[in-house]
């Protein structure tokens, strides 16, 4: 595990690192973005989560970026995106296929990473193989009165900002995983997206979980037997991407 690995100059520009034992150098890298209504939220949370992926074979990066009222849209975009191209430089780090995941306000941010190219061609980053979204809102706009959303947004109607607006892009392939019990960003968010995409032949996939609400999809996390975790990994393996250590 590597701590507080600053990539920009920042405060909020800080991430960790959590690599399996034996690593081997064609192996996939995951980011894992978190969530907190881009207001809150901390890489320091999740030590947990980096650690159960490392064991199961993948190289874990976790970010911060900046949060709201510090930053508004699309500034926490943009260091998600800066982070991710920052990581090729990182010494010991295996070199194969990029994943983004993030749970929330930061299954958000991951697919405008990965369905909008301009965040990380800006930032001159790779475009990642896959994007995994976790409870994440993608079509939340027009904004509704007294969201206090408008402020993070710069208004109550802007396309740019939601996933959805991007959906029939080519890109990575998707995979959204959302409880049906979710009362924060109900389920429909994903089936939108993931309706949006496959009508544009772009590669989709959504599994629902009954009666999971919108923090308990992360205990779905905890080992590779965990609902949520195991749905991870036969996508995974489904689009080839290999685990990062060596065999035996």
Do not use: C
């Amino acid at each position: 595990m590597r701590r507080d690995l600053a990539y920009g100059p920042l405060p909020r520009q800080r991430a960790d690192l959590y690599l399996p034992w034996s690593a081997r150098p064609d192996g996939p890298v995951l980011t894992f973005i978190h969530g907190g209504t881009w207001r809150s939220g901390s890489k320091d949370l999740y030590g947990e989560l980096g650690m159960g992926f490392a064991a199961l074979g993948f190289a874990t990066f976790i970010p911060n970026y900046r949060l709201f009222p510090e930053v508004r849209f699309p500034t926490f975009v943009q260091d998600a995106a800066l982070a991710q191209a920052w990581i090729d430089g990182v010494p010991g780090l295996p070199r194969g296929p990029r994943v983004i995941l993030g749970h929330s306000a930061g299954a958000h941010i991951a697919m405008l990473l990965a369905l909008d190219p301009r965040w990380l061609q800006a930032a001159r980053g790779p475009a990642p193989l896959a994007a995994v979204g976790l409870a994440g809102p993608y079509d939340f706009m027009p904004l509704p009165p007294g969201t206090g959303l408008e402020a993070i947004f710069g208004g109550a109607d802007v396309p740019e900002s939601q996933p959805v607006t991007f959906a029939r892009q080519p890109g990575p392939a998707i995979l959204l995983l959302h409880g049906t019990a979710d009362r924060v960003a109900p389920a429909n968010q994903s089936e939108r997206l993931a309706e949006r995409r496959r009508a544009a032949g772009q590669p989709v996939e959504l599994v629902t979980f009954p009666g999971m609400g919108h923090t308990e999809i992360l205990h779905g996390l905890r080992g590779d037997r965990a609902p949520v975790m195991a749905a991870i990994l036969r996508f995974l393996a489904r689009i080839g991407v290999p685990r990062a250590t060596r065999a035996g």
